[in-house]
């Protein structure tokens, strides 16, 4: 790791709370000093967490590996912050990542789930959030705000939905969302019109759609996503075959996210009043 006055060195062995328990290691991650400092200051506080060090971006996966460390604090507020989360995902790491300072803005939950993050403090989170969180993760669990969570689980509700269409119903989809009209997706797929009519209703019945908009706004929550590999004529060249047009990714196996709320308010003195369900 490079020089910072920061840094924590490893300690060897982990220390052990009053009871006896191991306390779970922590690495803070934040291109701010003074938000490690003092999380480092908050932590050192609470029995079940030891921070066995802090860094800026520059730190690699493979040297917060090598501290042991069973969670990633990671501010989130720079969005390169989650090629390191990825980094962790890909790795294969036992770490787990949790994301600080997540804005209440669905693209950016859904990055940060993409990613691999497997706990959420938002931006008007507590200290007692970010340890809630943590134990959470390490437990296999998501603590979160109910808006997190429907966020979340509006992407697995899209996952499911697309499951259910088929390819040439995939196909008019991602048309759809590119703007197209009936006519030109005809074109471009060189098929009728009344075909194409009868695959965008079943599209908008699979989506729970009703007008062409809605499938453009579930595309930018995430429903459609990345580049594939159908080769799909180009309505910009006037009907002629050749061109190749993104397409649908297999659906991935998104976990199924189970939240319930406790009764009592939200807020941010304490931790949020969300009960953590196993993810199954």
């Known amino acids: 790791m490079s020089g910072d006055a920061n840094r924590f060195r490893q300690q060897a062995g982990a220390q052990a709370t009053h009871d006896g328990r191991a306390r779970t290691r922590v690495f803070i991650v934040s291109d701010m000093r003074i938000l490690r400092d003092g999380l480092t200051l908050a932590l050192s506080q609470e029995g079940p967490i030891e921070v066995v060090g802090s860094s800026d971006l520059s730190v690699a ?3 917060i590996a090598g501290t042991a460390a069973d969670a990633i604090l990671l501010d989130i507020t720079v969005r390169r912050s989650l090629e390191l989360a990825r980094c962790v995902r890909d790795m294969r790491l036992a770490t787990k990542v949790i994301a600080l300072a997540v804005p209440d803005a669905e693209e950016v939950v859904i990055d940060c789930a993409r990613a691999g993050v497997a706990g959420f403090v938002g931006l008007e989170g ?11 993760a390490i437990r296999g669990e998501l603590e979160c705000s109910p808006r997190t969570a429907g966020m979340l689980l509006r992407r697995v509700s899209a996952v499911s939905t697309l499951d259910e269409l088929t390819r040439r119903e995939r196909e008019i989809m991602r048309l759809l969302t590119d703007g197209l009209s009936n006519k030109q997706i005809a074109r471009a797929l060189d098929i009728r019109v009344a075909t194409v009519k009868n695959h965008v209703h079943s599209v ?8 062409r908009g809605e499938v453009a706004a579930l595309a930018r929550r995430g429903f ?3 580049p594939g590999d159908v080769a799909l004529p180009s309505p910009a060249r006037d009907g002629h075959r050749g061109a190749t047009a993104p397409a649908l990714p297999p659906a ?18 304490g931790p949020q009043n969300i009960r953590p369900m196993r993810l199954g």
Request: hydrophobic share 40%; net charge neutral; no cysteine.
């Open 204 to 211: 908008l019945g699979k989506m729970g759609a009703e007008r």
């Open 252 to 269: 991935p196996n998104d976990p199924v996210l189970k939240v319930q709320r406790l009764p009592g308010s939200l807020n941010s003195s």
């Open 224 to 226: 459609v996503s990345g």
């Open 126 to 136: 507590s200290i007692a959030d970010v340890v809630a969180a943590v134990q959470s």
């Open 61 to 63: 996966a493979a040297e």
